[in-house]
T-cell receptor, first 112, second 113 residues
Framework: TQLLEQSPQFLSIQEGENLTVYCNSSSVFSSLQWYRQEPGEGPVLLVTVVTGGEVKKLKRLTFQFGDARKDSSLHITAAQPGDTGLYLC????????????FGKGTRLSVIA | EPEVTQTPSHQVTQMGQEVILRCVPISNHLYFYWYRQILGQKVEFLVSFYNNEISEKSEIFDDQFSVERPDGSNFTLKIRSTKLEDSAMYFCASDPFLAAGYTFGSGTRLTVV
């Protein structure tokens, strides 16, 4: 079983602060995806990273895939209350039609 | 923006009853999935479906579960005889091509009593 460990589990910060959340595994993934999930809703895709060392930016969000493709990070600059939610990472084992393995998520709360 | 639509949004059923959860994936997507999320736990893979057949299934997807794409648009998950531990949010997802990133539906909250 391939596990994706996300840290921290919970994070509460003030509006305007920066934060980084992590997604780590002992296994190599062909690609890794980040999702955001609101209560009672399905996860919404934020980004897919496929190349070791890849960095992608989505407005104030910066995603990095580790060189060895075993880990990833999500950095949010100047967090806003609208960033509040559960951030999930999910990895694909290989490039075939294999299912995603999800982490348990980091629950972020941004206080105004 | 195209959506994955799931019905019903909530279903309450008695233990031992059959339930069918319905999904309409995005029309030009090729890969379809069912996942579930027990309250407070991680999203877990159930089954993937491609070219009108199951391509992979997890240990959770035992003989009580089945999937169908009866008419080329709907994608259903059937649980034949529900158990209390089947209570969860069930999410359908579709993918235009491998590892593109899933579009998830809003889920069906199944409560078995």
């Amino acid at each position: 079983t391939q596990l994706l460990e996300q840290s921290p589990q919970f994070l509460s910060i003030q509006e305007g602060e920066n934060l980084t959340v992590y997604c780590n595994s002992s296994s190599v993934f062909s690609s890794l995806q980040w999702y955001r999930q609101e209560p009672g809703e399905g996860p919404v895709l934020l980004v897919t990273v496929v190349t070791g060392g890849e960095v992608k930016k989505l407005k104030r969000l910066t995603f990095q895939f580790g060189d060895a493709r075993k880990d990833s990070s999500l950095h949010i600059t100047a967090a806003q209350p609208g960033d509040t939610g559960l951030y999930l990472c999910a990895g694909a084992r290989n490039s075939g039609n294999t299912p995603l393995v999800f982490g348990k998520g980091t629950r972020l709360s941004v206080i105004a | 923006e195209p959506e994955v639509t799931q019905t019903p949004s909530h279903q309450v059923t008695q233990m031992g009853q059959e339930v069918i959860l319905r999904c309409v994936p995005i029309s030009n997507h090729l890969y379809f999935y069912w996942y579930r999320q027990i309250l407070g736990q991680k999203v877990e893979f159930l089954v993937s479906f491609y070219n009108n057949e199951i391509s992979e299934k997890s240990e959770i997807f035992d003989d009580q579960f089945s999937v169908e794409r009866p008419d080329g648009s709907n994608f259903t998950l059937k649980i034949r005889s529900t158990k209390l531990e089947d209570s969860a949010m069930y999410f359908c997802a579709s993918d235009p091509f491998l590892a593109a990133g899933y579009t998830f539906g809003s889920g069906t909250r199944l409560t078995v009593v």
